[in-house]
């Protein structure tokens, strides 16, 4: 028996009673005067068998669906534990077939040479998404773009890891999450020129519209690498704010744009940084630094 702590949840009829819950029948009643709300309640708690290959989770729901998954999370699984329906174990004939069956299910589950794709791609992106420290929805994207340049049939006589890492680019790029095309290739060990390559066939052939990458979202990663103060990157996001309004940034390298303006904060705070240090922290050459510094120093009267 369960009695109900909430003060709102009184008795319908007399009004003074509170509502007890009977876990073995499923009804719920008044405790003063008796009378039964409902009948039926929904069962909260886990399953009295388990289908998964845990053995002992039973949690009511599965793994949730995922594109990102070669089978998108809808696999069927034999269960390992060699019992029936009843819970009584398997006569030795009977085992013998049901792991036969196992065998040919786990067989026939990446039979086809698309699933076998998948199966490559969607390991490679699970191995980037540690390494780049990015998002699920950031994946799903990604996991999405690839599967759409399957159907077109881009992959075909392309690298599949050159391909998967322009999709999780151009997905970093749709969820505005600072990553550079020099981030991915360093994680995913190719060449930036190949990504690009590929980034721009996607862009071509999907006809994605990329929105165009904001400098303020890179400040926090420049400033937690270079160990900046709080007070450097707002006065930074400042800096980028009157930088845009005044439409100085247009066609300028966000993380070059970024790391200046910081620089300019390190140098307005008396924050003691060199143009390397920064520079270093961006992934981007002292020189765009300074270019990018006279820049803002004339548009600004800094």
């Given at each position: ?11 319908p ?20 005067c ?19 290959n ?22 069927t ?6 019992r ?9 004939a ?13 067989r ?7 699933d ?10 699970d ?5 780049l420290a ?5 994946i ?12 077109k ?13 322009s ?14 095309l ?6 995913s ?18 006809n ?10 890179c ?18 996001t ?6 845009e ?15 200046a303006a ?10 003691n ?11 981007v ?18």
């Amino acid at each position: 028996m369960v009695k109900s702590t909430n003060p709102k949840d009184k008795c319908p009829r007399c009004g003074k009673g509170t509502l007890v819950t009977d876990a073995n029948t499923g009804e719920n009643f008044c405790g003063k005067c008796g009378f039964v709300i409902t009948d039926k309640v929904e069962e909260s708690g886990p399953e009295w068998r388990s289908f998964s290959n845990e053995g002992e989770n039973k949690s009511r729901a599965g793994v949730p669906t995922s594109l990102a998954m070669h089978d998108m999370g809808l696999a069927t699984v034999i269960n390992p534990q060699n019992r029936d329906a009843t819970g009584k174990p398997l006569t030795a004939a009977m085992k013998s077939t049901i792991e036969r069956l196992r065998t040919w299910d786990s067989r026939s589950q990446v039979h086809e040479p698309v699933d076998r794709n998948f199966r490559q791609a969607f390991s490679e992106l699970d191995r980037l998404k540690d390494k780049l420290a990015v998002g699920d929805s950031v994946i799903e994207k990604a996991a999405y773009i690839y599967r759409k340049a399957l159907e077109k049939g881009l992959v075909r006589g392309r690298s599949i890891s050159a391909l998967i890492a322009s999709a999780l680019y151009a997905a970093c790029r749709d969820t505005e999450t600072p990553r550079t095309l020099k981030d991915i290739g360093q994680a995913s060990n190719i060449k930036r020129k190949d990504i690009a390559r590929c980034y721009r066939l996607l862009l071509r052939e999907l006809n994605l519209k990329m929105p165009v990458v904001d400098p303020v979202k890179c400040i926090s990663r420049i400033a937690s690498k270079a160990g900046l103060s709080e007070k450097t990157k707002r006065k930074a996001t400042k800096i980028l704010q009157t930088a845009e309004e005044q439409k100085i940034s247009a066609g300028k390298d966000p993380m070059g744009l970024a790391a200046a303006a910081l620089y300019v904060a390190c140098v307005t705070n008396g924050e003691n940084k060199t143009q390397r240090d920064v520079a270093e922290a961006a992934g981007v050459t002292e020189v765009t630094i300074r270019n990018r510094y006279k820049g803002l120093k004339v548009a600004l009267n800094l």
